[in-house]
């Protein structure tokens, strides 16, 4: 190669550098994909299992699912819908670190739902990796017909691109049947009933659907105090209700970020 070809060369790659070689999957506790590769997640500390209070029920078959995935037995692909900031994701993210607890290697891949089409790529790189996985796609939603629809579709049924046995799906939507938002795009579909049954199709693709639902006062102290309890934090019941007052909601979320409030004022962390 001239001087010159290798001078255009290098001006190339600097404008557009190769991306970083891929993390080993044989290794960390949680990952990052980027579309073309793996990164480690630097910090993975999920809250313990046992700190997430009012959805004992889906606690119990996620995990049981998540150990059969572990051991290399069949397990489910999973969709778990339902009110904002009711533990949907922490539920995931819990599951992970208590099976690993437990011994068993399980990892968390957290891709992001405008990813989709990168999925065959990671398949390829988990799937001789000797431990399993669950690919996590949080807050997911569609537009009617759109490209994502048929990807995930494409993927739930065991197409040409479906995922290994040792890797299974676990979606979070806000909606059960990841339907339109506003009623309005279904009437401007060309057939609204249509677009309806494709998106209860897709979700009737995985194997388990876990719902979860807005919570009552009793259950939002309830989660406060076995938080506060687990980090030696004192709370007064009347500024708890107070808070979700104030935010115009009653939720995990919105009950974490209360104790956040309880470990500042008392200059700790959590």
Known sequence: MSDELARIAAALERIAPPP?????????????WRGTGLVEARHFAPLPLGLLTGIDAQKTVLLDNARRLARGHAAHDVLLWGAKGTG?????KSV??????????????????????????LFEQVESAGRAFILFIDDIGFEAGGPETRALRSLLEGGAEARPANARLHVTSNRRHIVARDIAEQESAINPRDVVDDRLALADRFGLALGFHAIDQDTYLA???????????????????QWATRRGARSGRVAWHYVTELAGRAGRIV
Request: charged fraction near 25%.
């Open 96 to 121: 992970v670190g208590a099976v690993r607890g437990e011994g068993l290697d399980l990892a968390l891949i957290d891709v992001a739902a405008d990813r989709l089409d990168t999925l065959p790529a």
């Open 20 to 32: 970083p070689p891929s993390a080993d999957p044989r290794r960390a506790p949680a990952y990052l």
């Open 223 to 241: 989660m406060i105090e076995r938080y506060a309890k687990a980090f030696g934090l004192p709370f007064d019941a009347h500024d708890a209700l």
């Open 88 to 92: 949907k994701s922490a539920l995931v």
